[in-house]
T-cell receptor, first 113, second 113 residues
């Protein structure tokens, strides 16, 4: 049973480009959480999604960031027109139901140059 | 070795000694707490959790203590091993309906041989 899969593991983008981060939850999991981790800091909640629904996006920046979790396929975190301050590790976690334990992926490390 | 105060960024401990990592949480309404271990380049790994109706929980070589009066959480690691070297985060669940977590800043534990 594969764990939470995130790809790519490392992503380099120039300022102004778009970054697309993918998260495939564990088999049978329909809840996905995205977190961002700046260097030497803790993880910060961004968004909570169920299949085809955004449940809580209170941690998402108001502009340039969006997330989706379609009926088929991975969850996508999309960052448009990236800036240097977007450089961070982005983690997703998945769970079977809302309050069940969530398991984290290995993260995508985004570097904006 | 013990980290003191609200949180100390680093803790150096001799192999075989016990480690104590401290954490202050922010929301008195939080009812679920988790300790995570994060190794370099990896995602957070669940260590142990505790609910607010308990003040102590033990696992294999680890014990979590919860003091709701002062909103303090600690993780004790018995007989610390080189493989315990990592960053340790406490996290609180502030919403009873999901797994949205608020993470502390983290403590880096280094085990001396």
């Amino acid at each position: 049973n594969a764990g939470v899969m995130q790809n790519p593991r490392h992503l380099v983008r120039r300022r102004g480009q778009e970054a697309r981060l993918r998260c495939s939850p564990m088999k049978g999991h329909s809840h996905v959480y995205w977190y961002r981790q700046l260097p030497e800091e803790g993880l910060k909640f961004m968004v909570y999604l169920q299949k085809e629904n955004i449940i809580d996006e209170s941690g998402m920046p108001k502009e340039r960031f969006s997330a989706e979790f379609p009926k088929e396929g991975p969850s996508i975190l999309r960052i448009q027109q990236v800036v240097r301050g977007d450089s961070a590790a982005y983690f997703c976690a998945s769970s079977q139901q809302g309050r069940n334990e969530a398991f984290f992926g290995q993260g995508t490390r985004l570097t904006v140059v | 070795g013990e980290s003191v105060g609200l949180h100390l960024p680093t803790l150096s401990v001799q192999e075989g000694d016990n480690s104590i990592i401290n954490c202050a949480y922010s929301n008195s309404a939080s009812d679920y707490f988790i300790w995570y271990k994060q190794e370099s380049g990896k995602g957070p790994q669940f260590i142990i959790d505790i609910r607010s109706n308990m003040d102590k929980r033990q696992g294999q070589r680890v014990t979590v203590l919860l003091n709701k009066t002062v909103k303090h959480l600690s993780l004790q690691i018995a007989a610390t091993q080189p493989g315990d070297s990592a960053v340790y985060f406490c996290a609180e669940n502030i919403n009873a309906r999901d797994y949205k977590l608020s993470f502390g800043a983290g403590t880096t534990v280094t085990v001396r041989a």
